[in-house]
């Protein structure tokens, strides 16, 4: 290959930040989802693209407690990407918290390589709560997670997942739904990725999972409709769940509104960039806009 791709050692902080630095992380996350997706000739990068500022904002906000340096640490919260196949921003996101060296975003979907096209196949990778992927299972493994801590253990922890909207396809999303509201588990934050966008088309036209706003409200969620890109709505969201938290409220759904390939014109709101990974070329483009 004629593009040399090398990853920087940069690793960020988790703390409360003013937005204006989140510019940074978030052009260092696109980046890497771009180059590692590159090099791995294979992987999604529409998805990753457009959750890229939930993400950071959740991992390097001081919105979750987690140690790099002890991944089992007892009283972590927990993060579930359910949407598996999103996994090129979460190994980002991992690596840039120092879970694992940032050069091994190289190895992505390579044989024996930790990060496999889906979290956790193996399990080796630190900061992977669980293995995901398999669409509507991963929130279901993370509901039992909150209802384990809120109901059984009663401590402290929250837990925290990102789903697809194509996703909620899946019945096992509403199983989750109807568990988490029932139970009314306040540590339960549920984010969904709402780009509207689906493997082959629309999610509205494929099979509609709308209105989600009062589907969510149904099941006994407290629902905040945010801009998805928007840091100051994020922070907002994130911050009236740990508020709901506090008052031992209800669970909680954002529903972030995205694009689909956030940050690279070419990607942006393009379904057909669900399931690609760019080639050289189209790597080389997307570098540049992404400074
Ligand atoms: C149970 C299951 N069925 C099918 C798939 C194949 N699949 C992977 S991603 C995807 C579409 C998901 O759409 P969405 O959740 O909206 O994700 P986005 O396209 O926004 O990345 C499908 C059908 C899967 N991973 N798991």
Redesign the pocket.
């Known amino acids: 290959m004629s593009l040399e791709i090398n990853f920087s050692d940069k690793v960020f902080e988790n703390r409360k930040r003013n937005n204006s630095e989140y510019e940074e992380i978030t052009l260092t996350i696109r980046r890497d989802i771009i180059k590692s997706l590159v090099l791995a000739k294979s992987g ?1 990068s ?2 990753p693209l457009g959750i890229t500022e939930v993400i950071s904002v959740l991992f390097f906000g001081g919105y979750m407690k987690y140690n790099p340096s002890n991944p089992n640490m007892p009283n972590r919260d927990r993060f579930v990407l359910s ?1 598996g ?2 996994a090129p921003v979460q190994y980002s996101v991992l690596a840039r918290a120092g879970f694992f060296p940032t050069e091994e975003l190289k190895t992505l979907r390579k044989y024996n390589s930790r990060l496999q096209g889906h979290p956790g196949l193996d399990m080796h990778l630190p900061g992977i709560e669980t293995s995901s ?4 299972q991963g929130v279901s493994i993370a509901v039992g997670m909150a209802m384990s801590d809120f109901i059984i253990d009663k401590n402290e922890r929250k837990v925290f997942c990102i789903t ?4 909620l396809q ?1 019945g096992a999303s509403w199983e989750a739904a109807m568990a988490a509201g029932s139970h009314k588990l306040s540590n339960f934050c549920w984010i969904v ?1 709402n ?1 509207d ?3 082959d088309g629309r ?1 509205k036209d494929i099979l509609s999972v709308y209105p989600l706003k009062e589907k969510f409200e149904s099941f006994n969620f407290n629902v905040i409709e945010i801009d998805g890109h928007d840091i100051d709505q994020i922070q907002a969201a994130f911050d009236k769940f740990n508020e709901n938290h506090k008052n031992n409220d209800l669970p909680t759904c954002i529903i972030a509104k995205t694009y ?1 390939g956030q940050g690279v014109s070419f990607m942006k709101d393009q379904y057909n960039w ?1 399931g690609n990974p760019p080639n050289e070329e189209q790597a080389i483009t997307a570098l540049s806009e992404l400074k």
């Open positions: 999604h529409g998805g949407a196949h999103m992927g398999s669409l509507g697809g909207d194509g996703e899946e990725d780009n966008c689906q493997i999610v689909m669900h």
